[in-house]
Nanobody, 120 residues
Framework: QVQLVESGGGLVQPGGSLRLSCAAS????????MTWYRQAPGKQREWVAS???????AYADSVKDRFTISRDNAKNTMYLQMNSLKPEDTAVYSC??????????????WGQGTQVTVSS
C-alpha cells in the first residue's frame, strides 16, 4: 500500500513563508507526476502546482512567482515553498501522486492534507 504524508503547514503572518512536504512510502515501481491542490472553506478544490518525474513544473496563476514546487526523487518527496503568503492562500493543502505500482499499472494516491492559515 502506498501512502502520501504531508507536513509543514501552520499559522503564518501575511508576507511570511512556509515549506510543505509530501513524502511517499510503501511499495511501488516509480512516481510520475506529483501535484499540490488546496481547498479553502466553502470553496472547491483548486489546483496549485504540478511537477513531472523529470521536474518540469506548472503553476496556477494565483501562485506563480510566489510558490515553488520541487521534488527529491531519491527521497520520494515533493515540496512546495510558499513565499509572500496572503490571507487568500489559507486552505487545506493536499498532495496527489500518480504512482506506478508495477510497469504499466498506475494509480492516483492522495495525502490527508495539511492546514495553512495566513493571518495577522
Amino acid at each position: 500500500q502506498v501512502q502520501l504524508v504531508e507536513s509543514g503547514g501552520g499559522l503564518v503572518q501575511p508576507g511570511g513563508s512556509l515549506r510543505l512536504s509530501c513524502a511517499a512510502s510503501g511499495s511501488f515501481f516509480s512516481i510520475n507526476t506529483m501535484t499540490w491542490y488546496r481547498q479553502a472553506p466553502g470553496k472547491q478544490r483548486e489546483w496549485v502546482a504540478s511537477i513531472t518525474s523529470s521536474s518540469d513544473t506548472a503553476y496556477a496563476d494565483s501562485v506563480k512567482d510566489r510558490f515553488t514546487i520541487s521534488r527529491d526523487n531519491a527521497k520520494n518527496t515533493m515540496y512546495l515553498q510558499m513565499n509572500s503568503l496572503k490571507p487568500e492562500d489559507t486552505a487545506v493543502y493536499s498532495c496527489k501522486a500518480i504512482v506506478e505500482l508495477s510497469v504499466g499499472t498506475a494509480q492516483n494516491v492522495w495525502g490527508q492534507g495539511t492546514q495553512v492559515t495566513v493571518s495577522s
